[in-house]
């Protein structure tokens, strides 16, 4: 089976595709696409997902799957919209 692997980051975009057995999991296909060592990318603290829905690192995945990993927020969304919308008053 074919799935992709992505991640971004301010600067940098990738989207990695790799050939997995049937059965592999989201932990199968980060060690496939080795975005560690390619990118330094330190998956641990990050979280992850499969064409956004979370993920853990057992979830299985079938053909087409976009796994993707995740950071934390830089700000909270509802703050940031009452910031804006006080500004506009």
Not at 53 to 72: Q, Y
Not at 76 to 84: E, F, L, M, Q, S
């Given at each position: 089976?074919?799935v992709?692997?992505?991640?971004v980051a301010?600067g940098?975009?990738?989207l ?12 199968d ?7 560690a060592?390619?990118?330094g990318?330190d ?8 064409f956004?829905?979370r993920a853990n690192?057992d979830?299985?995945l079938?053909d087409?799957?976009r ?6 927020l830089?700000?909270d969304?509802k703050t940031a919209?009452?910031r804006?919308?006080a500004?506009?008053?």
């Amino acid at each position: 089976m074919r799935v992709n692997v992505a991640y971004v980051a301010p600067g940098a975009e990738v989207l990695i595709a790799v050939e997995l057995d049937d059965g592999a999991t989201v932990a199968d296909a980060l060690g496939a696409s080795r975005i560690a060592e390619r990118f330094g990318v330190d998956v641990t603290p990050h979280g992850l997902a499969v064409f956004g829905k979370r993920a853990n690192p057992d979830t299985p995945l079938v053909d087409g799957d976009r796994v993707e990993i995740t950071r934390p927020l830089v700000c909270d969304p509802k703050t940031a919209r009452r910031r804006r919308a006080a500004r506009s008053r």
